[in-house]
């Protein structure tokens, strides 16, 4: 009878081999897995944690000194004698959001977003 184990030659470096590479697929596919779904994690993790921006305050610093009110129908003008019931931020240059939103950027708040209904002192006609 013929002893297995005592075989050394080609078919024992090819069980040997082919045990080698099993192994090295097996880990191949789980490294590629991981890193797939890892990757997946941190594309999607901004979408999930990005909240709304912030929105001005009327009662903010810079909100106060432009005179800036949610409601354009609410801007005192007394204070303001150039303001018209038409001026919107909506039609303002300097709103960064689009004809549909109801809050949008603004260049004179930074990162805080202002309501399209809203007015401040430095409104300026939105070129056609």
Same mark, same amino acid.
């Given at each position: 009878? +013929?002893?297995?184990?005592?075989?050394?030659?080609?078919?024992?470096?090819?069980?040997?081999?082919?045990?080698?590479?099993?192994?090295?697929?097996?880990?191949?596919? +789980?490294?590629?897995?991981?890193?797939?779904?890892?990757?997946?994690?941190? +594309?999607?993790?901004? /979408?999930?944690?990005?909240?709304?921006?912030?929105?001005?305050?009327?009662?903010?610093?810079?909100?106060?000194? /432009?005179?800036?009110?949610?409601?354009?129908?609410?801007?005192?003008?007394?204070?303001?004698?150039?303001?018209?019931?038409?001026?919107?931020?909506?039609? &303002?240059?300097?709103?960064?959001?689009?004809?549909?939103?109801?809050?949008?950027? &603004?260049?004179?708040?930074?990162?805080?977003?202002?309501?399209?209904?809203?007015? &401040?002192?430095?409104?300026?006609?939105?070129?056609?």
């Amino acid at each position: 009878m +013929i002893d297995m184990q005592s075989i050394d030659g080609p078919a024992q470096r090819a069980g040997a081999r082919m045990e080698t590479e099993m192994t090295d697929s097996t880990q191949r596919r +789980i490294f590629v897995t991981r890193t797939l779904t890892g990757a997946c994690a941190l +594309i999607a993790s901004p /979408l999930a944690v990005r909240a709304q921006p912030a929105r001005v305050d009327e009662a903010d610093e810079t909100a106060v000194a /432009l005179g800036y009110k949610h409601d354009t129908s609410k801007v005192d003008n007394k204070r303001f004698p150039n303001h018209s019931a038409a001026q919107t931020c909506l039609n &303002c240059s300097f709103f960064q959001g689009s004809a549909t939103d109801e809050w949008g950027g &603004c260049a004179m708040f930074g990162r805080k977003q202002i309501a399209a209904k809203g007015w &401040c002192s430095a409104w300026a006609k939105k070129p056609a």
